[in-house]
């Protein structure tokens, strides 16, 4: 049973030293630096929605 799935695409130009596809096994955060994804795991929806959700501008109307 497959309980979650991280699907991860990579549109990098050329040359960027912190991409996933230059990260060493076993050194994946030093190779990636702050661009080393990081996950938090919320046990209560409360504490996640306290984070908010920040929109710059509106949502686009739906067709």
């Known amino acids: 049973m497959v309980k ?7 549109m990098l ?6 991409a996933t596809g230059n ?5 994946e955060a030093q ?3 702050p661009y080393y994804p990081r996950g938090t795991y919320y046990r ?3 504490d ?3 984070l908010g959700c920040p929109v710059s ?3 686009p109307a739906a067709p």
Do not use: C, I, V, Y
């Open 4 to 10: 979650g799935l991280l699907d991860l695409r990579n």
């Open 13 to 18: 130009a050329p040359g960027f030293a912190e």
């Open 23 to 27: 990260a060493k096994p076993g050194a």
């Open 31 to 33: 190779t990636m630096g």
């Open 44 to 46: 209560r929806k409360a």
């Open 48 to 50: 996640f929605e306290r």
């Open 57 to 59: 501008s509106p949502a």
